[in-house]
């Protein structure tokens, strides 16, 4: 059986799976946020506990972030306290075990590869809508990560010119508009300009990625013209990786694609290309899944 990892802002989810992938046990705890370091410790601590229970033969690990797989160190994560943090050494030393290490959303795609769309699809793209715009490339159901493992960056192609700025460096990157971020600043524009709006008064002391959709839903107007602003920058993006990469299907991940056809009847209407386009049958469980499936290469 394989660990899989998979590192988040909020919590690190963590899941054993058999040798078909599929899910023996999955469980969670909440991200320390002290250190990058008291990360690697915690996850040490529940790898340990979870090797006395199943016989785990390697353990697989998925984070944001920029990250060196081959010294298994995460240089740098925009959302965690992650710099030039080294994973895998640390946590072999303490469980006596293989460990790798890869970007989460790379993780999501093989995920979606072993255990989802991948195994009907030979051509595919993941996209995952976050905190960020993460990606990933299938090409004739092999996982293509270009020559330095960093290809599939979708969020920082640039879809505006001189757009808004992204902590990249650069202006107008795909993830400004169409991430979880970008979604949550569209509709905090909105209810400051619309206070009286049905949007607003569901909003209360928390704004989030569904906050929009759910009043969009009961009806509001207001957030209506959130969500097609939004799923009109989403559209952009899909429209240049489709004719880029002719995917037989895209299967978006993250939080937005639990919206399901909310999310993707619209974006269906604004591509004018032929495409299949879902949302993941794994939701959440993509990302240990896919960590665990790092393993495979490492064999």
Not at 127 to 147: A, E
Not at 155 to 175: A, I, N, Y
Request: with cysteine; glycine share 14%.
């Amino acid at each position: 059986m394989k660990l899989g990892v998979d590192i988040g802002g909020t919590e690190i989810k963590f899941g054993v799976v058999d040798d078909a992938f599929a899910t023996v046990e999955k469980f969670a705890i909440p991200t320390p946020r002290k250190y990058g370091e008291s990360i690697v410790e915690a996850i040490a601590e529940v790898c340990l506990e979870t090797a006395k229970k199943y016989p785990v033969e390697g353990i697989g690990i998925g984070s944001p972030g920029i990250i060196d797989g081959r010294e298994g160190v995460i240089l740098r994560a925009s959302n965690l306290p992650f710099l030039n943090t080294p994973v895998t050494e640390p946590l072999r030393a303490r469980t006596g075990t293989r460990v790798v290490l890869g970007n989460d959303a790379s993780c999501a795609m093989l995920g979606e590869l072993y255990a989802g769309y991948g195994r009907e699809y030979d051509d595919m793209l993941m996209i995952t809508l976050g905190t960020g715009v993460g990606g990933g490339i299938i090409i004739d159901k092999k996982p293509y990560f270009g020559k330095n493992g960093s290809a599939g960056e979708f969020g920082h192609m640039v879809v505006e010119f001189d757009g808004l700025p992204c902590g990249c460096g650069r202006k107008g990157c795909f993830e400004k508009y169409a991430s979880v971020s970008a979604l949550i600043g569209l509709t905090v524009r909105a209810v400051e300009e619309n206070p009286k709006s049905l949007l607003a008064e569901m909003s209360g002391a928390k704004i989030d990625g569904r906050t929009a959709f759910n009043a969009m839903k009961e009806g509001c107007p207001v957030a209506q013209q959130v969500v097609d602003e939004y799923i009109s920058h989403l559209a952009v993006g899909v429209e240049n990786l489709i004719m880029l990469f002719q995917p037989e299907i895209i299967v978006f991940g993250g939080a937005i694609s639990n919206e399901g056809d909310w999310l993707l009847n619209p974006l269906r209407s604004k591509i004018v290309t032929d495409a299949l386009l879902v949302c993941s049958r794994l939701k959440n469980d993509a990302g240990y899944i896919g960590a665990a499936a790092q393993l495979l290469d490492e064999a």
